[in-house]
């Protein structure tokens, strides 16, 4: 069996999912996974799928092609190689970085540079933008990364150099272990 | 992954509402440090306590910073101490005091409580040794906390220990008059004393706790005030049913914490984990009070008619919440009532709603009793027993924990103001009816005997 990643973009509206998986079982592809969500108004797919040999994958982004371009939808078809054998498993924690202020676009880029720099995997990246409130102009938010965190990561540096991103923006940041949030709000 | 609500919803417990974990109690046995020998003991006693909790507020730190929850306070509850140095006399208990001062500053705890004697059906040679040893014990020492229990609803009331106790007070306030009478806030009289309890200054370990256990105490008035502040935005007349729904869900969230870290932080010192102590401790800033939370659901302060019913909801629906969420509870578990450490109550008092017979029926429904109570320095100490007693009746009837913390602060009278710095608040002197003589009451000594436990009513 061989596993394809097919990603759906476009206006959202009913009917997008019946469109794709239509097209989907037609070519005998078995969805096992699914993730979509919508911002702007705008719908992303993705759907994990699996299907067997003899299917050619041109035939497949073809057709998808046809059926969903008149919709407005692109779509993009890629086969998932299987996890190398030698790639070495990281025993990580999960863990969140919280940041609160005024939105700005170096934001992002400051704070997963320091990920990155610590090796941490980001596994998603949420922002909410709060209501305004007097006194403090511009757009509020909060940005949350929830982390994949080497357990031999120097924590108190990463803290720090975290901190020290946060800021450089004049934002509040803060880094907590993730079974704090479930343990107070899921039983 | 994890939702917007409760990554906000716990943003806003931390950083607006003051949620922490009040302390991490050590509950160490030092029953095996016994000796005849007062230098023996001592040394065994401070060579146990460094062993077990040299790295207990460092861990209690690292837990705290993991969660990004601050842990306030990390103490020692040790065993009582009347009956693990009953051989030596008063001088050599102060002794004992300072040796387990000297422990806590070297482990760099808050307190150490345990200084203390169980006496509800008399005193033995070492609890009266003790117990006449606390003035100077509280005076020379800065972190030894003393209680001792002179009631419970199995045995009655020891009224020869609630008139020493009454004697115990007023020469410990003097002992420490160039404080304002602070050591009085290292002192507890109970009824039914917990064995479990984190929260000082009664805590100590029991002679049926294990040789080393970690107990969690949390907090978290404010989160409540919170959360019924918004179930009030909704709906301006919510239920009763409504509002004790609020309290038990938020109840439930404060224990989740306070049962996370604790237990991580036994698993980091290889110890066992006791218990959460599920009660609502405030502190003396505005937003973590519990007096405000009396204002929230519309009552103009606490200590107003209403007051009793209000607590009595807050406190049961406190336990049901907590109950659910932690494996084991104990100690106090409900509403703390402390008059200098929480700014509502403390302004009750100030604005006259709240006098200390009202604060006495409060009380019943209480999880402690009178706590942080400053009185008139000139308070005699008859009447500090005759108030330990009406407190102690309270308990041993109602099967509850019930204890006095009462201050006598030498010369100062109804309506000073006392401030005690910290956590410990400031609080005005309240009124207490001494001009009816408690002398000839107190004088009677004796035993209460213990109540009937059946044709309740």
Redesign the interface.
């Known amino acids: 069996m061989r596993n394809v990643l097919v990603t759906i973009l476009g206006r959202d509206r009913p009917g997008i999912i019946h469109q794709v998986s239509r097209v989907l079982a037609d070519f005998k592809l078995n969805v096992i996974e699914v993730s979509q969500t919508t911002l702007l108004g705008e719908f992303a797919g993705l759907f994990s799928c699996t299907l067997s040999s003899e299917i050619n994958l041109i035939d497949l982004t073809q057709l998808l092609d046809q059926k969903l371009e008149s919709s407005g939808l692109t779509q993009l078809v890629r086969e998932v190689g299987a996890v190398p054998e030698d790639q070495v498993e990281v025993t990580t924690e999960s863990y969140v970085v919280t940041v609160r202020g005024q939105g700005r676009p170096e934001l992002i880029p400051e704070i997963s540079g320091v990920l990155s720099s610590f090796e941490v995997n980001i596994d998603t990246l949420r922002a909410i933008s709060l209501p305004t409130v007097p006194y403090h102009p511009g757009q509020r938010i909060v940005m949350f990364f929830e982390l994949s965190v080497p357990r031999e990561t120097n924590q108190a540096a990463l803290r720090e150099a975290l901190k020290l991103a946060a800021k450089g923006l004049g934002m509040e940041m803060s880094l907590q272990h993730r079974n704090i949030f479930e343990a107070i709000h899921r039983l | 992954?994890?939702?917007?609500?409760?990554?906000?919803?716990?943003?806003e417990?931390?950083k607006n509402e003051h949620l922490n974990v009040r302390s991490i109690t050590l509950g160490l046995s030092l029953m095996d440090c016994v000796s005849d020998d007062l230098n023996r003991l001592t040394a065994k006693i401070i060579k146990k306590i460094i062993t077990h909790a040299e790295d207990l507020v460092k861990v209690c730190d690292r837990v705290g910073?993991?969660?990004?929850?601050p842990v306030v306070n990390k103490r020692l509850a040790v065993s009582p101490m009347s009956a693990l140095a009953s051989s030596f006399n008063s001088d050599q208990m102060v002794k004992v005091a300072l040796a387990l001062d000297r422990a806590g500053e070297a482990v760099g705890v808050d307190f150490v409580g345990g200084f203390g004697a169980l006496v509800e059906k008399g005193f033995s040679k070492g609890d009266m040794a003790l117990i006449q040893a606390i003035p100077q014990a509280l005076a020379e020492t800065k972190r030894v906390c003393s209680s001792v229990n002179v009631a419970s609803s199995r045995d009655g009331i020891n009224m020869d220990a609630v008139a020493l106790m009454g004697e115990i007070i007023k020469r410990t306030a003097e002992a420490t008059c160039d404080i304002e009478a602070l050591g009085c806030a290292k002192l507890v009289t109970f009824a039914n004393i917990p064995p479990d309890m984190p929260f000082m200054a009664g805590a100590y370990q029991g002679l049926g706790e294990p040789d080393a256990v970690i107990n969690v105490g949390v907090s978290g008035p404010g989160v409540v005030k919170k959360a019924l502040d918004r179930v009030m935005a909704q709906d301006p007349r919510p239920k009763f049913d409504q509002i004790s729904e609020t309290i038990k869900r938020t109840a439930y969230?404060v224990t989740?914490?306070g049962?996370?870290l604790g237990r991580e932080v036994a698993a980091a010192l290889n110890l066992p984990f006791g218990v959460v102590d599920l009660s609502l401790a405030p502190t003396p800033q505005v937003g973590d009070s519990v007096g405000e939370i009396f204002q929230t659901l519309g009552l103009k302060a606490i200590g107003t008619p209403g007051s009793t019913a209000i607590l009595a909801l807050l406190n049961d629906a406190i336990k049901k919440g907590g109950a659910f969420a932690s494996g084991h509870v104990g100690g106090l578990s409900g509403a703390f009532i402390p008059v200098s450490e929480d700014l509502g109550i403390g302004q009750a008092v100030v604005d006259g709603y709240l006098n200390l017979e009202k604060l006495e029926a409060l009380t019943a429904v209480c999880s402690v009793g009178l706590d942080m109570v400053a009185v008139p320095g000139d308070t005699t100490a008859a009447t500090l027993s005759a108030l330990i007693a009406d407190e102690m009746a309270i308990g041993m009837i109602n099967h509850k924990t019930t204890a006095v913390r009462v201050i006598p602060v030498p010369g100062k009278k109804a309506g000073d103001k006392v401030h005690f710095g910290g956590l410990l608040g400031w609080a005005e002197i309240m009124v207490v009816a001494d001009y009816i003589e408690a002398a000839a009451f107190i004088g009677l000594g004796g035993r209460i005997p213990a109540p009937i436990h059946s044709l309740k009513n």
């Open positions: 992954m994890l939702t917007d609500r409760e990554v906000i919803s716990t943003l417990m931390l910073s993991k969660y990004g929850i969230k989740r914490v049962e996370l």
